[in-house]
Every structure is written in C-alpha cells, then in structure tokens.
C-alpha cells in the first residue's frame, strides 16, 4: 500500500511548517502582500495548515470556507495564483520535501484554478 500525501510530505509539524513559510513568503510577495495586509495571518496558517492536511489525507478537519467561497469577489489574476504557487513550491523546498511530491502538491494548486479565479 503506497503512503498518503500527507505521510509523505511528513505529517502535520512538517505541513505546518510548509504552511507557515508559504504565508509567510505570501506576506511579502509584491504581488500577493496587498492581499495580506490587515489580516489574521497567525489564523490563516491555523486554516491552511487544516485544509493542507485534510486535503492530502491526514485526519484533521478543515474548518474553514471551500476554495470558491473563501476567493469570491477578489479577482485574482492568473499572475497571483502562480506566485502563491512558486511560494508553496519554495516552503516545500525549503522543508526538503522531494520532488514527486512538490509536484504532486502543485498539480492539487494548481488544480484550485477555476475556483481561485472566479470573480
């Protein structure tokens, strides 16, 4: 039986880092920083940290809003969907996450799209 994503990526501190570093990138990315100021960043990792593990098969539950709810009415561009990407590829990296699974995590991301996106 292959291991879960989230067995892989190393459990939940191991998310929880990869998390916290990505918003942290997020904060002060020229593209994405806007977005964050004025927000409860400590509770955005709590969420992200949730629907991170959920999502890759862990046991936590994700209290937060769904992809479609939580981006409704931002009109993100494209252009600030990669940089939240390549921000998440740089955490994973620098927790030393391998390469399958930086790309397994970036194809579910990248596959958010049309929520993300939407007006």
Not at 49 to 71: I, L, N, V, W
Request: aromatic share 6%; hydrophobic share 40%; glycine share 10%.
């Amino acid at each position: 039986m292959t291991d879960s994503l989230y067995q892989r990526l190393g459990g939940a501190q191991r998310i929880e880092a990869v998390v916290d570093d990505a918003l942290d990138r997020h904060a002060v990315n020229p593209l994405l920083a806007p977005r964050f100021r004025g927000k409860d960043l400590p509770r955005l990792k709590v969420l992200g940290t949730q629907f991170f593990c959920a999502g890759s098969g862990g046991p936590q539950k994700y209290e937060g809003r769904d992809m479609r709810t939580a981006h409704a009415g931002m009109n993100a561009s494209e252009q600030e969907l990669i940089a939240a990407i390549d921000d998440f590829v740089a955490a994973l990296q620098a927790q030393g996450v391998g390469q399958t699974e930086v790309n397994e995590v970036v194809a579910i991301l990248y596959s958010f799209k049309g929520d993300v996106l939407r007006t």
